[in-house]
């Protein structure tokens, strides 16, 4: 534990990185089996899902700290090692976010009470290969924890057919909505009946008979909900929570130029903030390392028809991906080197809504 | 003014890699050709119809590779009688698989379309990453990513689509898909016309039977040069 705490000091200190991952990294390969040993006699959530993550383990965490001392990993270190680095810290509560293919590990070994799934589809294909392999997993986990609630929103059919293997679950739904990897049902391999936002397979699999229901509303408001319902499971009361918060958007100010910073990684997560643009003009980053996904095909399952009559400017280590989609799509881009050069070109007090690549956006944000 | 019909088969299903993207460059480039491409999208229920000059086909999941395939067996029968009076049809990946002799999907051997001579078998590595190859139709490389992780091979009646240069093709490094006449099927997604907008012309020249002038489009050439300059 000393070698692990230290080796996150010299990472942090001597290195500048976050220190995040590396005492969890060295104390993993120390004692392998540190996150059971570590998780023993605490109550353990976790979070898993392709987007919202972040936000809604915050959220969840505020949650369950009325219950008593949390700890968490906030800043989206949320692999096996990241989990390990967070169990560290004395706390009776642990709420932890966790990568959709670590889930398994992370939960086999730390036993939680609770396991938060938010909802799956197309991101990081090199790395995920299919939306069903990743379901696929979540099914096979859920068998076989018996004690642990899952908590899930099954108007996401993936979401669905994870908890129905699961012992103990809350199936949520908000009214339904349309899923774009859901023509084919993830239990059955057959072709999926949707009615409007609403699908019921032969098989059963359904979103149709929740155990809970609620309105419709944002992603925000969706993640919002499923915090304190999951919070309910250990007996947190239910908080009032910003939405604005669960957005994983900043505001930041560029010399006068006032800038709505939010993330973008997938096909959904675009979708959802393209719809909140409202700025005249636009700045998009696309980079395609190893966490925003090495390709950019999904581009092009995106409409960008919002932008359309905007002064969008594309910059990042893949702008030409994104100009050439937009080209086709008959939206006109300007490039630009870089964020700042881009950025500069706004006059001071106007507003600029821009939406960054992973990589990006923690450039910008700060980790 | 020509007109062609461009049919996008079970996007629904063969839309995970971002494949659907193909037929809009279709439409794009075809403009400067002064053709006016219209899309048919054909839903997994649809009949597949008679009157399309270039039929495309994507990328998919196994589970829906296998939905795609049944559904287009429902339809057998068009496709002998689009092929035979020279409609163009450009499979990717999963696609391409379909329209081979035989793949291999949740573990199972199935019988393709067998429109394209070869034949597909599972492997237990992912081929995942950029693609560079050396077309057998046109004169520059081609690019791309791929994300599968069947090997196929060619029987007589077929031709690689390409000769690789960077990356894993049908699984041995060598080649990539093949090609038989119209039919033409790839690994590479981009989606590939998108990074060869040059490949789109060449098949709307086999689609309509016209030789077409060369199109000025600055920023399809940036595009298509950078990707083929990094890919080393």
């Given at each position: 534990?000393?070698?692990?705490?230290?080796?996150?000091?010299?990472?942090?200190?001597?290195?500048?990185?976050?220190?995040?991952?590396?005492?969890?990294?060295?104390?993993?390969?120390?004692?392998?089996?540190?996150?059971?040993?570590?998780?023993?006699?605490?109550?353990?959530?976790?979070?898993?899902?392709?987007?919202?993550?972040?936000?809604?383990?915050?959220?969840?965490?505020?949650?369950?700290?009325?219950?008593?001392?949390?700890?968490?990993?906030?800043?989206?270190?949320?692999?096996?090692?990241?989990?390990?680095?967070?169990?560290?810290?004395?706390?009776?509560?642990?709420?932890?976010?966790?990568?959709?293919?670590?889930?398994?590990?992370?939960?086999?070994?730390?036993?939680?009470?609770?396991?938060?799934?938010?909802?799956?589809?197309?991101?990081?294909?090199?790395?995920?290969?299919?939306?069903?392999?990743?379901?696929?997993?979540?099914?096979?986990?859920?068998?076989?924890?018996?004690?642990?609630?899952?908590?899930?929103?099954?108007?996401?059919?993936?979401?669905?057919?994870?908890?129905?293997?699961?012992?103990?679950?809350?199936?949520?739904?908000?009214?339904?909505?349309?899923?774009?990897?859901?023509?084919?049902?993830?239990?059955?391999?057959?072709?999926?009946?949707?009615?409007?936002?609403?699908?019921?397979?032969?098989?059963?699999?359904?979103?149709?008979?929740?155990?809970?229901?609620?309105?419709?509303?944002?992603?925000?408001?969706?993640?919002?909900?499923?915090?304190?319902?999951?919070?309910?499971?250990?007996?947190?009361?239910?908080?009032?929570?910003?939405?604005?918060?669960?957005?994983?958007?900043?505001?930041?100010?560029?010399?006068?130029?006032?800038?709505?910073?939010?993330?973008?990684?997938?096909?959904?997560?675009?979708?959802?903030?393209?719809?909140?643009?409202?700025?005249?003009?636009?700045?998009?980053?696309?980079?395609?390392?190893?966490?925003?996904?090495?390709?950019?095909?999904?581009?092009?399952?995106?409409?960008?028809?919002?932008?359309?009559?905007?002064?969008?400017?594309?910059?990042?280590?893949?702008?030409?991906?994104?100009?050439?989609?937009?080209?086709?799509?008959?939206?006109?881009?300007?490039?630009?080197?870089?964020?700042?050069?881009?950025?500069?070109?706004?006059?001071?007090?106007?507003?600029?809504?821009?939406?960054?690549?992973?990589?990006?956006?923690?450039?910008?944000?700060?980790? | 003014?020509?007109?062609i019909n461009i049919v996008r088969i079970h996007?629904?299903?063969?839309?995970?890699?971002?494949?659907?993207?193909?037929?809009?460059?279709?439409?794009?480039?075809?403009?400067?050709?002064?053709?006016?491409?219209?899309?048919?999208?054909?839903?997994?229920?649809?009949?597949?119809?008679?009157?399309?000059?270039?039929?495309?086909?994507?990328?998919?999941?196994?589970?829906?590779?296998?939905?795609?395939?049944?559904?287009?067996?429902?339809?057998?029968?068009?496709?002998?009688?689009?092929?035979?009076?020279?409609?163009?049809?450009?499979?990717?990946?999963?696609?391409?698989?379909?329209?081979?002799?035989?793949?291999?999907?949740?573990?199972?051997?199935?019988?393709?379309?067998?429109?394209?001579?070869?034949?597909?078998?599972?492997?237990?590595?992912?081929?995942?990453?950029?693609?560079?190859?050396?077309?057998?139709?046109?004169?520059?490389?081609?690019?791309?990513?791929?994300?599968?992780?069947?090997?196929?091979?060619?029987?007589?009646?077929?031709?690689?689509?390409?000769?690789?240069?960077?990356?894993?093709?049908?699984?041995?490094?060598?080649?990539?898909?093949?090609?038989?006449?119209?039919?033409?099927?790839?690994?590479?997604?981009?989606?590939?016309?998108a990074r060869n907008p040059e490949f789109a012309?060449?098949?709307?020249?086999?689609?309509?039977?016209?030789?077409?002038?060369?199109?000025?489009?600055?920023?399809?050439?940036?595009?298509?040069?950078?990707?083929?300059?990094?890919?080393?």
């Open positions: 534990m000393l070698i692990a705490a230290l080796s996150g000091w010299v990472s942090k200190t001597l290195l500048r990185k976050s220190g995040k991952t590396i005492p969890g990294k060295v104390l993993l390969q120390l004692y392998p089996k540190a996150l059971q040993a570590l998780s023993n006699n605490r109550t353990v959530l976790l979070v898993s899902g392709t987007n919202g993550k972040t936000s809604t383990t915050k959220a969840l965490s505020k949650v369950v700290s009325s219950k008593g001392p949390t700890v968490s990993n906030s800043t989206g270190s949320n692999l096996d090692r990241g989990a390990a680095t967070t169990l560290m810290s004395h706390s009776k509560f642990v709420v932890l976010e966790v990568d959709e293919l670590h889930l398994t590990k992370v939960a086999s070994e730390a036993k939680p009470k609770v396991v938060l799934l938010l909802n799956l589809s197309r991101d990081q294909l090199h790395r995920m290969h299919e939306v069903k392999r990743v379901a696929d997993r979540w099914h096979q986990l859920a068998a076989t924890l018996p004690e642990t609630t899952f908590v899930g929103d099954i108007d996401d059919p993936f979401v669905a057919y994870a908890l129905s293997a699961a012992t103990n679950k809350i199936g949520i739904s908000f009214g339904g909505k349309k899923h774009k990897d859901g023509a084919v049902c993830p239990a059955c391999g057959k072709y999926m009946k949707w009615n409007k936002n609403n699908y019921k397979c032969s098989c059963g699999l359904s979103n149709t008979n929740p155990d809970q229901e609620y309105e419709n509303g944002s992603a925000a408001y969706r993640n919002s909900v499923l915090a304190n319902v999951a919070g309910s499971v250990i007996g947190a009361k239910p908080i009032a929570i910003n939405e604005a918060e669960l957005e994983r958007s900043v505001v930041k100010d560029y010399k006068g130029v006032i800038a709505k910073l939010r993330l973008t990684k997938n096909p959904a997560s675009w979708e959802e903030a393209l719809r909140s643009v409202s700025s005249q003009d636009v700045v998009l980053i696309v980079n395609a390392r190893q966490v925003d996904g090495i390709d950019t095909s999904w581009l092009w399952d995106i409409s960008f028809e919002t932008l359309r009559n905007r002064r969008v400017i594309v910059t990042g280590e893949r702008a030409l991906d994104i100009a050439y989609r937009l080209h086709v799509q008959g939206i006109k881009s300007e490039q630009s080197e870089s964020f700042e050069k881009a950025i500069s070109k706004f006059t001071p007090g106007s507003s600029v809504d821009v939406l960054a690549a992973y990589t990006a956006y923690f450039g910008l944000v700060g980790a | 003014m020509s007109r996007n629904e299903l063969l839309g995970t890699y971002g494949d659907q993207g193909n037929a809009e460059v279709l439409v794009f480039r075809g403009k400067f050709h002064g053709i006016t491409g219209n899309i048919i999208d054909v839903g997994y229920n649809d009949p597949l119809p008679t009157n399309g000059d270039i039929y495309l086909l994507g990328g998919a999941e196994d589970s829906a590779q296998l939905l795609s395939l049944e559904a287009m067996q429902r339809d057998r029968e068009v496709l002998d009688l689009v092929i035979e009076r020279g409609a163009v049809i450009l499979a990717v990946c999963a696609g391409f698989q379909i329209i081979g002799n035989s793949f291999g999907a949740n573990g199972k051997e199935v019988t393709g379309l067998g429109l394209l001579d070869v034949t597909t078998t599972p492997g237990d590595k992912r081929f995942v990453g950029d693609v560079r190859i050396k077309s057998t139709n046109l004169s520059i490389d081609l690019t791309g990513f791929e994300n599968h992780s069947g090997k196929t091979v060619l029987g007589s009646n077929a031709t690689p689509f390409g000769k690789v240069e960077s990356g894993y093709g049908n699984g041995d490094g060598k080649y990539d898909g093949a090609v038989s006449g119209n039919i033409f099927g790839t690994y590479m997604h981009g989606p590939i016309l012309d060449l098949l709307l020249t086999r689609a309509t039977g016209r030789k077409y002038a060369q199109i000025t489009d600055p920023l399809a050439s940036q595009y298509a040069t950078w990707r083929r300059k990094v890919i080393k």
